[in-house]
């Protein structure tokens, strides 16, 4: 089974603190995502990855960076995390080609105060 | 700008009531369409996905979708739902040119009731 693993499943952080998520999925997938989960709006793509140290804006990049340094691992970076950026995060990787699906991690419920 | 809309945001029935949630896109040309459940407290994960051929498409635990080019929908659909369907759904569509990347909808909050 593919799994998908987040480092955190709750963490607080206060304002202006800079803020790292880790994923790491062990299916030698391509390509990598982070989403953001609130609620009325779904899931938004952050950013993706679809090779090592290779990276797009998804819909959503203000206030975040990402890094791919090693394939199985994605990161997700808030530089100055804000009060607006409290949200679950959801680290998602797939195979190469739009018909395969993605799979997910479990989420992280980020919160800053 | 391009969309995906599920205008069910959210959906109460009872047990062995039938299910439909709405899904419509914005695109043009070849799509490649899913079905997510996130059941509460798990990951997302995949119910059901159409690429190509027979419109009406299977997926796991009784659901399935019919993709209808003309109206831009792929409807989610079940004959008799249990309270383990108690779930959020989200449509999500692979667009032309967007690689792997997926655009979701806003998700339809599905409680069944006993």
């Known amino acids: 089974d593919v799994k998908v693993t987040q480092s955190s499943r709750y963490l607080v952080k206060r304002t202006g603190e800079k803020v790292f998520l880790e994923c790491v999925q062990d299916?030698?997938?391509?390509?990598m995502f982070w989403y953001r989960q609130d609620p009325g709006l779904g899931l938004r793509l952050i950013y993706f990855?679809?090779?090592?140290?290779?990276?797009e804006k998804g819909d959503i990049p203000e206030g975040y960076s990402v890094s791919r340094e090693k394939k199985e691992r994605f990161s997700l970076i808030l530089e100055s995390a804000s009060t607006n950026q409290t949200s679950m995060y959801l680290c998602?990787?797939?195979?190469?080609?739009?018909?395969?699906?993605?799979?997910f991690g479990p989420g992280t419920r980020l919160t800053v105060t | 700008a391009q969309s995906v809309s599920q205008h069910n945001h959210h959906v109460i029935l009872s047990e062995a009531a039938s299910l439909e949630l709405g899904c419509n896109y914005s695109y043009g040309g070849t799509v490649n369409l899913f079905w997510y459940v996130q059941y509460p407290g798990q990951h997302l994960q995949l119910l059901l996905k159409?690429?190509?051929?027979?419109?009406l498409v299977k997926g796991i635990k009784g659901f399935e979708a019919e993709f209808i080019k003309s109206k831009f929908s792929f409807n989610l659909r079940k004959p008799s739902v249990q309270w383990s369907d108690t779930a959020e759904y989200f449509c999500?569509?692979?667009?032309?040119?967007?690689?792997?990347?997926?655009?979701f909808g806003t998700g339809t909050q599905l409680k069944v009731e006993l």
């Open positions: 998602a990787s797939s195979s190469q080609g739009p018909r395969y699906e993605q799979y």
């Open positions: 299916m030698d997938h391509e390509n």
């Open positions: 990855s679809y090779d090592v140290k290779m990276k």
């Open positions: 999500a569509v692979n667009a032309p040119g967007g690689g792997n990347k997926l655009t």
């Open positions: 159409y690429f190509s051929g027979d419109p």
